[in-house]
């Protein structure tokens, strides 16, 4: 079992959190249980800190049920749309005035997170509809919880109680993980379990999971262990990475999955060497692929959805195997990344990621999510193809700075635009100017890519929805039941991820 989900607080005490916090919650949940309802709660703060851990103690505290979802997904809000046709609004107050809760007579605690993801356009599921079931004084508990809850509006931030979470504390993190050792009967040095949680960077469950992975086939864990164990398993990551490279053959994910490397890990690597062997088109390509696997690592990360480590390997695998044009022969003399680079460079690169298309939603006011599947992609392909004015006018105008667009074009070309703007003086212009420029390379990139797409291999991305039957499908009894059932499934080809 995981253990962030196995040590996961069951009760107040058990979670590690400011003393002001804790009263401030445990008042407002009083005052729930006094049937005096409350404004909505609003956990804001940085993944892994504990906001869900929290919320879930503090119902379980409290013997409230807990209904979980999830602000981005469609899904949710249909619950939410009968949960608040049936509990969280239409309570009524008995004779006594009395406040009365769900049928069970228990309080019903809705949580919803990742609010700061959610979609800011009118329709159903978006910003204004959760104002508007706010404004209707909910009579259940909701917490809402949020990264950045500065990405939501003023408004919806005056309709709840704001609660500020901090990143963990090197030795907040360390104690819990001497917590756990302990209870696993792993022997651990103070200075390993500290050079753990300092990489974490305060995100407890980052440092739970890295003990684990660490902790694997161990007793004891030294120091030395911390970087060691991440350095097993080379000789097999090496021929991982050339049948990913150089062939196309969809058996690299089972010998993926055999490796001791997490998908974390073995990222890094891909990440690492892919552009000593792919080029141009198929180099972008890839990277997409690769960008697409990230996502659903940082799902793991800050949800615990272990199920899409599989998806992302597949991704990471069979999806950058297929990006290439052609096989590829010779040898290649790939490079191991750095330890530290190992350690940290996934959490920099999605951090900066992150930060990237903050910025092309701030600017082209859209979405992130939105940004990563309409417009990054031609963004970064018209600042590596388009001629250097064009391209220093667009980074201008996304306010990219010099290491961002290093992450999206490389060291050499991102010198070069950060130059020329400097020696023309290039400052950011009026929106419609640039972006009828990109979106006029963004039709003839699509023509491109349509025929592209024709010639290349397609990939066949099995069950985008239940990425856990990826690996099934490897297995022969899925293999058997999928090929009865071939016509009725969804098929999904990379051509999805480009699009
Ligand atoms: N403050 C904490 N006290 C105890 N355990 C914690 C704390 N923070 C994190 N953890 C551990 O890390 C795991 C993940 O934490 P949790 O899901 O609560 O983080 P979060 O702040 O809600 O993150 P996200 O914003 O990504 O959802 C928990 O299952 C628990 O094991």
Same mark, same amino acid.
């Given at each position: 079992?995981?253990?962030?989900?196995? @040590?996961?607080?069951?009760?107040?005490?058990?979670?590690?959190?400011?003393?002001?916090?804790?009263?401030?919650?445990?008042?407002?949940?009083?005052?729930?249980?006094?049937?005096?309802?409350?404004?909505?709660?609003?956990?804001?703060?940085?993944?892994?800190?504990?906001? +869900?851990?929290?919320?879930?103690?503090?119902?379980? +505290?409290?013997?409230?049920?807990?209904?979980?979802?999830?602000?981005?997904?469609?899904?949710?809000?249909?619950?939410?749309?009968?949960?608040?046709?049936?509990?969280?609004?239409?309570?009524?107050?008995?004779?006594?005035?009395?406040?009365?809760?769900?049928?069970?007579?228990?309080?019903?605690?809705?949580?919803?997170?990742?609010?700061?993801?959610?979609?800011?356009?009118?329709?159903?599921?978006?910003?204004?509809?959760?104002?508007?079931?706010?404004?209707?004084?909910?009579?259940?508990?909701?917490?809402?919880?949020?990264?950045?809850?500065?990405?939501?509006?003023?408004?919806?931030?005056?309709?709840?109680?704001?609660?500020?979470?901090?990143?963990?504390?090197?030795?907040?993190?360390?104690?819990?993980?001497?917590?756990?050792?302990?209870?696993?009967?792993?022997?651990?040095?103070?200075?390993?379990?500290?050079?753990?949680?300092?990489?974490?960077?305060?995100?407890?469950?980052?440092?739970?999971?890295?003990?684990?992975?660490?902790?694997?086939?161990?007793?004891?864990?030294?120091?030395?262990?911390?970087?060691? %164990?991440?350095?097993?398993?080379?000789?097999?990551?090496?021929?991982? !990475?050339?049948?990913?490279?150089?062939?196309?053959?969809?058996?690299?994910?089972?010998?993926?999955?055999?490796?001791?490397?997490?998908?974390?890990? *073995?990222?890094?690597?891909?990440?690492?060497?892919?552009? *000593?062997?792919?080029?141009?088109?198929?180099?972008?390509?890839?990277?997409?692929?690769?960008?697409?696997?990230? !996502?659903?690592?940082?799902?793991?990360?800050?949800?615990?959805? @272990?199920?899409?480590?599989?998806?992302? +390997?597949?991704?990471?695998?069979?999806?950058?195997?297929?990006?290439?044009?052609?096989?590829?022969?010779?040898?290649?003399?790939?490079?191991?990344?750095?330890?530290?680079?190992?350690?940290?460079?996934?959490?920099?690169?999605?951090?900066?990621?992150?930060?990237?298309?903050?910025?092309?939603?701030?600017?082209?006011?859209?979405?992130?999510?939105?940004?990563?599947?309409?417009?990054?992609?031609?963004?970064? @392909?018209?600042?590596?193809?388009?001629?250097?004015? +064009?391209? %220093?006018?667009?980074?201008?105008?996304?306010?990219?700075?010099?290491?961002?667009?290093?992450?999206?074009?490389?060291?050499?070309?991102?010198?070069?635009?950060?130059?020329?703007?400097?020696?023309?003086?290039?400052?950011?212009?009026?929106?419609?100017?640039?972006?009828?420029?990109?979106?006029?390379?963004?039709?003839?990139?699509?023509?491109?890519?349509?025929?592209?797409?024709?010639?290349?291999?397609?990939?066949?991305?099995?069950?985008?929805?239940?990425?856990?039957?990826?690996?099934?499908?490897?297995?022969?009894?899925?293999?058997?039941?999928?090929?009865?059932?071939?016509?009725?499934?969804?098929?999904?080809? *990379?051509?999805?991820?480009? %699009?």
């Amino acid at each position: 079992m995981l253990w962030v989900e196995k @040590y996961r607080p069951k009760t107040l005490k058990d979670v590690v959190a400011d003393k002001d916090i804790l009263e401030r919650v445990i008042a407002w949940a009083k005052r729930w249980q006094e049937g005096i309802p409350q404004k909505p709660l609003l956990l804001g703060g940085p993944p892994g800190v504990g906001k +869900t851990s929290l919320a879930l103690a503090l119902a379980n +505290t409290f013997g409230w049920e807990v209904v979980e979802l999830n602000a981005s997904d469609q899904r949710s809000w249909q619950i939410i749309r009968r949960i608040v046709g049936e509990a969280a609004f239409s309570e009524t107050i008995s004779s006594e005035g009395e406040f009365l809760s769900s049928e069970s007579g228990r309080l019903k605690l809705i949580l919803l997170d990742e609010v700061d993801n959610i979609s800011k356009k009118e329709d159903f599921g978006g910003e204004s509809a959760l104002i508007k079931l706010l404004k209707r004084k909910p009579r259940q508990p909701i917490i809402l919880t949020a990264n950045d809850p500065y990405k939501l509006s003023k408004e919806l931030r005056d309709l709840c109680e704001f609660v500020q979470f901090k990143r963990l504390r090197t030795d907040q993190i360390v104690k819990v993980l001497e917590r756990i050792c302990a209870s696993e009967g792993i022997k651990a040095d103070r200075n390993a379990l500290r050079l753990i949680a300092q990489n974490a960077g305060g995100d407890l469950r980052a440092a739970i999971n890295d003990l684990q992975a660490i902790a694997e086939g161990r007793r004891e864990i030294r120091a030395e262990d911390v970087v060691v %164990s991440k350095r097993m398993q080379e000789t097999d990551v090496f021929k991982v !990475m050339q049948k990913i490279f150089k062939r196309f053959d969809r058996t690299v994910y089972t010998d993926a999955m055999s490796l001791d490397e997490s998908p974390e890990d *073995l990222i890094v690597w891909i990440d690492e060497n892919l552009p *000593l062997e792919y080029e141009g088109d198929e180099l972008l390509r890839a990277y997409l692929v690769l960008s697409r696997a990230d !996502m659903f690592l940082g799902r793991v990360r800050r949800r615990g959805f @272990y199920r899409l480590w599989r998806y992302a +390997t597949y991704l990471m695998t069979v999806g950058v195997a297929f990006a290439k044009q052609r096989a590829k022969g010779g040898f290649t003399k790939y490079q191991r990344p750095n330890i530290w680079q190992m350690l940290t460079l996934i959490k920099e690169r999605r951090e900066k990621v992150r930060n990237i298309l903050k910025k092309i939603a701030k600017y082209s006011h859209m979405s992130s999510k939105k940004a990563l599947n309409e417009m990054f992609f031609f963004i970064v @392909y018209m600042l590596r193809h388009a001629d250097i004015a +064009t391209a %220093s006018k667009i980074s201008a105008f996304y306010d990219f700075s010099e290491e961002e667009l290093s992450l999206l074009v490389g060291d050499k070309r991102a010198r070069e635009i950060k130059e020329f703007i400097r020696k023309h003086g290039i400052k950011r212009v009026v929106e419609e100017e640039v972006e009828e420029e990109i979106f006029k390379a963004f039709e003839k990139k699509v023509e491109e890519t349509k025929e592209e797409a024709e010639k290349v291999k397609e990939v066949k991305v099995e069950e985008v929805e239940k990425p856990e039957k990826a690996e099934e499908v490897v297995k022969g009894k899925a293999k058997r039941r999928r090929r009865k059932k071939k016509k009725e499934k969804a098929e999904v080809t *990379l051509d999805k991820f480009f %699009s």
